[in-house]
């Protein structure tokens, strides 16, 4: 028989949360909040985001982020399907991405990527944050 620890559903409050810091993340990177980004990582942060490279920690995170983005004009990041679980202490999300990256420059390439997050929250003393990311991608043009 499962635990009840392991299979409890999750409080409307706890899903509030998680859903904050999924959207805090798009929401950061369309504005170039560098802080607001650093801010959605647990300080042991593992993110593997496939061909575009695998970083720890917050910090590491951010400046990839904010150098990856340096060379973009406006970005348009949505999360759709936004799924979450209980897992043991920790709290495991799936949710779609569909990002448009605009050129800096008018004429320059619109590039497109298409896939799904699956993460791993935890609770800290500054509330839920994203311990484990990979990035799943499906179309990346």
Same mark, same amino acid.
């Given at each position: 028989?499962?635990?009840?620890?392991?299979?409890?559903?999750?409080?409307?409050?706890?899903?509030?949360?998680?859903?904050?810091?999924?959207?805090?993340?798009?929401?950061? =990177?369309?504005?170039?909040?560098?802080?607001?980004?650093?801010? +959605?990582?647990?300080?042991?942060?593992?993110?593997?985001? !496939?061909?575009? !490279?695998?970083?720890? %920690? &917050?910090?590491?995170?951010?400046?990839?982020?904010?150098? $990856?983005?340096?060379? $973009?004009?406006?970005?348009?990041?949505?999360?759709?399907?936004?799924?979450?679980?209980?897992?043991? %202490?920790?709290? +495991?999300?799936? +949710?779609?991405?569909?990002?448009?990256?605009?050129? =800096?420059?008018?004429? !320059? &390439?619109?590039?497109?990527?298409? %896939?799904?997050?699956?993460?791993?929250?935890?609770?800290?003393? %500054?509330?839920?944050?994203?311990?484990?990311?990979?990035?799943? &991608?499906? =179309? =990346?043009?």
């Amino acid at each position: 028989m499962a635990s009840t620890v392991a299979t409890r559903q999750l409080d409307a409050a706890e899903e509030r949360a998680v859903t904050d810091v999924l959207l805090r993340y798009a929401t950061a =990177l369309d504005t170039r909040d560098w802080p607001l980004l650093r801010s +959605c990582f647990s300080e042991d942060v593992e993110a593997d985001y !496939g061909s575009f !490279g695998t970083w720890r %920690g &917050p910090r590491e995170i951010t400046e990839q982020m904010r150098r $990856l983005h340096a060379d $973009l004009g406006p970005t348009l990041l949505r999360l759709t399907n936004i799924a979450l679980r209980w897992d043991g %202490g920790q709290i +495991c999300a799936r +949710c779609y991405v569909d990002a448009v990256l605009t050129p =800096l420059e008018a004429g !320059g &390439p619109v590039h497109r990527g298409v %896939g799904w997050f699956e993460d791993r929250l935890v609770r800290t003393s %500054g509330g839920w944050k994203i311990s484990r990311r990979t990035f799943h &991608p499906v =179309l =990346l043009e």
